[in-house]
């Protein structure tokens, strides 16, 4: 026996002394006998103690051993790649539907109570004659969680699950297996593909140009056909544009191309590969993929602070202020003024101007309203500390860009020990430290690319990788350099150019920190590069814009979106919202209003509602997607403030996740048996599984509580209990 709700220890002697105590004093000045004073007190303790006892509501625990009380839920994988035709041509879903007929429904009903389940988009009670294979997702992890909170409970002895081991749900079904119920999983289809071709992946890099190319990366792969070439067929929104064919290395090794794309950067733009469908492929459905480049954003804001007027830096304003990605204030350092004061010239739109009258923004709401940052010969004596940690705070936490270039600002190493320090990707102390070797080796002050440097955006000069090393060849020979030290952790050092003696040293270096971005240019007299070209040469405006673009691309405004990553057809998509003030603080009181433009034209309003676990985060539902485009919009007020718009576009529908990969997985009916503590099994073994599951179900589920406090009993206890003091007081002359 034990209790529900038991008392600790001290509660219960006290609550034991107290009825005592109660009892003796009831019956104290009675005029009675001892002999009736002490029968009338001990009734009244023990009906005291009684009802302690139920309020502690005592329990009993047993155990049945009848396993038929027990459930068995049965599950049965009713995904679209069920329908797949590889059993000796038989569907995988009419295969599992004869098993579970044949095999597992006589075993496990003769013992157990027996549950069939279907899952797939939803998990769902079924008819085991009338099984179908429709759903567009194999929720597994989710049919898992189902199965808990449907049986919670319940005895349940185990699951046999019959799938081909897709899961494109998202969730963790190994987690959600495990401390559960024991998973006995049984394989439907075949663990090879005998004839398929498949579209894997189709990326398409970021472009940091409105007139750049876009990679469009594109991964294929084919089964059963040997070495025989791959068509891939390139569409720009519907239409044709490009043809290749690549040959695997052999069968099933899968084969990589890049298309380079000019998109028009003012609309969303899909760009879908696909391979022609034989008429004995076995899953035409994996054949295309898609990828949206979505429409350039507005222009982005430069900050360009200039430690002293130079050369150098009116080459770069005016070729930053010249595209029309980019609004670019700027501030120069002039000189001092008779008492001393640092004098600046400032060019900026009216709106900004008036914070950088003192050289530099002195409040966050000012130098967040940037989305990157260019300092040009800027010493660490320029900025106060808290400049300083705001600067820090600007990339770290609102993920604005940060470009530091000039040698006054690294020779004099008056950025060491400030907070922006560890921001910048090359360590400022160490400077013997080795960097990346360049594909080449570069002369003295010579550019030569790293191989990373080589795919980046930030060094593309030219659509093709030959051409653009090339382009850097050409390029002539800085002034000087100022040597820096390695490359911290996670950074990229993308060009080197020789030091003294040869040694390479890092010229471009590049890194994230927190949310933002940040790069040196350690190199002196770039504007050789405008001035020592032919003038139709644009490589120096190239370089200069792609890196201000790469730096602030990423950078949000204070309301924008959060878009899921892959959105299928069906599914029930949902976008977050970030609403933030000027100053990047979350704004969990927001009214956040979402705007949906579908692919077929509807527009739809919702109101976004505050995600709980996320101040400042909104989540809006989109809907059960049909497969498009869809164009966002959302804006947000706190009260009669309006805290600001965000735009955006998703692709939903890129790619059939269902039907990629079509092989049986084996490897995830492992991984969610192993979890659960079952196996993977075949069907002629499931005699060995049903006694697995008996053996499992009196431990695991057969337990039964019984209360011995809510009876009859406990009250015809009590009511004896009382009745025997009533009578006795009656008998010895008491009322």
Not at 313 to 335: M, N, P, Q
Request: net charge neutral; proline share 6%.
């Amino acid at each position: 026996m034990s209790f529900a709700t038991p008392l600790p220890v001290w509660a219960t002697l006290v609550a034991v002394a107290a009825a005592a105590w109660l009892a003796w004093h009831a019956y104290r000045g009675a005029a009675l006998p001892r002999h009736a004073r002490a029968v009338l007190s001990t009734l009244r303790v023990v009906t005291l103690l009684v009802l302690l006892v139920c309020l502690m509501r005592p329990v009993a625990r047993s155990t049945d051993a009848d396993a038929r009380d027990a459930v068995v839920a049965i599950l049965v994988d009713g995904s679209r790649s069920m329908s797949i035709a590889d059993v000796n041509g038989e569907r995988r879903i009419d295969r599992a539907r004869a098993i579970l007929r044949d095999e597992v429904m006589p075993r496990v009903r003769a013992t157990f109570h027996a549950d069939v389940l279907r899952f797939g988009d939803q998990l769902a009670p079924a008819d085991e004659r009338t099984l179908s294979a429709t759903d567009s997702r194999t929720r597994l992890g989710r049919a898992l969680a189902g199965v808990r909170d449907r049986y919670r409970g319940r005895a349940v002895a185990g699951i046999i699950l019959l799938s081909d081991g897709g899961d494109s749900g998202g969730e963790d079904a190994a987690a959600a297996a495990s401390g559960g119920a024991p998973i006995y999983a049984i394989g439907v289809g075949s663990p090879s593909v005998e004839r398929d071709r498949e579209i894997l992946s189709v990326t398409a890099a970021e472009s940091v140009l409105s007139d750049a190319v876009v990679d469009v990366a594109v991964s294929a792969v084919s089964h059963g056909y040997g070495r025989a070439p791959i068509e891939l067929r390139l569409l720009e929104n519907g239409r044709s544009i490009d043809v290749r064919r690549a040959a695997p290395a052999g069968d099933g090794i899968p084969v990589r191309e890049v298309f380079r794309v000019s998109p028009n950067r003012e609309v969303p733009t899909v760009y879908t590969v696909e391979t022609p469908a034989g008429p004995d492929e076995l899953v035409p459905e994996n054949n295309l993929r898609s990828a949206l480049v979505p429409a350039a954003a507005r222009a982005r804001r430069v900050l360009l602070v200039e430690g002293a007027p130079g050369f150098e830096h009116g080459f770069l304003k005016r070729s930053l202020a010249a595209d029309r990605g980019l609004e670019v204030d700027s501030v120069i350092r002039k000189g001092r003024d008779e008492s001393g004061a640092d004098t600046f010239y400032v060019q900026a739109a009216r709106s900004r101007a008036d914070a950088l009258t003192a050289g530099y923004p002195a409040s966050r709401d000012a130098l967040f309203g940037y989305d990157v940052i260019v300092l040009a010969n800027v010493e660490g004596e320029l900025l106060t500390g808290a400049q300083l940690a705001m600067t820090r705070a600007f990339v770290a936490d609102r993920g604005g860009g940060l470009l530091v270039l000039g040698a006054r600002g690294f020779q004099r190493q008056s950025l060491r020990n400030t907070p922006i320090e560890d921001v910048l990707p090359l360590d400022l102390s160490d400077r013997t430290g080795g960097v990346v070797p360049a594909s080449a080796s570069p002369g003295m002050n010579r550019v030569a690319l790293t191989a990373e440097g080589d795919a980046h955006p930030v060094m593309q000069l030219a659509p093709s990788s030959e051409e653009n090393r090339r382009k850097w060849n050409d390029v002539p020979s800085l002034a000087s350099i100022s040597p820096l030290g390695a490359a911290r952790p996670g950074a990229a050092v993308l060009a080197v150019t020789g030091g003294p003696g040869g040694t390479p040293r890092a010229l471009v270096a590049v890194q994230r920190f927190g949310e933002g971005r940040a790069m040196v240019f350690t190199g002196e007299a770039a504007w050789r590069w405008r001035m020592m070209l032919p003038s139709s040469d644009p490589s120096y405006d190239r370089f200069w814009r792609q890196a201000v673009r790469w730096l602030g691309q990423a950078a949000p405004d204070p309301v924008a979106f959060v878009l899921p990553a892959l959105s299928c057809t069906g599914d029930d998509v949902r976008v977050s919202v970030f609403a933030r003030d000027a100053a990047f603080a979350p704004q969990p009181d927001a009214v956040v209003d979402v705007r949906v433009t579908r692919p077929d034209g509807r527009v739809d309003s919702v109101r976004a509602e505050p995600d709980p676990a996320r101040p400042g985060v909104f989540e809006a539902p989109v809907g059960a997607a049909p497969a498009g485009v869809y164009r966002l919009t959302a804006d947000a007020r706190r009260g009669a403030i309006a805290l600001g718009g965000a735009s955006g576009s998703l692709l939903v529908g890129g790619g059939d996740e269902e039907m990629a990969d079509p092989r049986l997985n084996e490897d995830v009916l492992q991984r969610v048996a192993r979890a659960s503590g079952g196996a993977v099994v075949s069907p002629a073994s499931l005699g060995s599984v049903v006694e697995r599951l008996r053996a499992h179900a009196p431990a695991a589920a057969l337990s039964i509580r019984r209360d011995l406090w809510h009876t009859g009993w406990s009250f015809a206890a009590i009511a004896l209990l009382l009745a025997a003091e009533w009578l006795l007081r009656r008998h010895w002359g008491l009322r």
